[in-house]
């Protein structure tokens, strides 16, 4: 597997582990409060991941830029879809 990749799949599996020890402590162990923290976890992440992934294009790191921002799309993609899924009702 390519750096990028592991950093993306490192990067999701720290938000989601985030997420569930923040429901864990926060939430009552419910599971809409699970997918309504996991939301916005990604979502922060998604945000600290494309500025330090432009940065890190900027500072000629390429493996490590292209890293963070697919993680960075893939974190977004996975926070939309959790916060929607949550505000939406779906069972």
């Not at 921002?69 to 893939?74: K, W």
Request: charged share 10%; glycine share 14%; with cysteine.
């Amino acid at each position: 597997m390519k750096l990028p990749v592991k950093i993306m799949l490192a990067n999701i599996g720290i938000a989601i582990i985030i997420g569930f020890l923040l429901t864990l402590g926060f939430g009552q162990g419910r599971l809409d409060s699970f997918v309504i923290t996991l939301g916005v976890v990604c979502l922060l992440a998604a945000l600290l991941d494309l500025f330090i992934g432009i940065i890190c294009l900027v500072a000629n790191s390429k493996e490590w830029g292209q890293g963070l921002l697919l993680s960075s799309g893939a974190l977004f993609m996975l926070g939309f879809v959790s916060c929607s899924a949550s505000l939406g009702g779906f069972h």
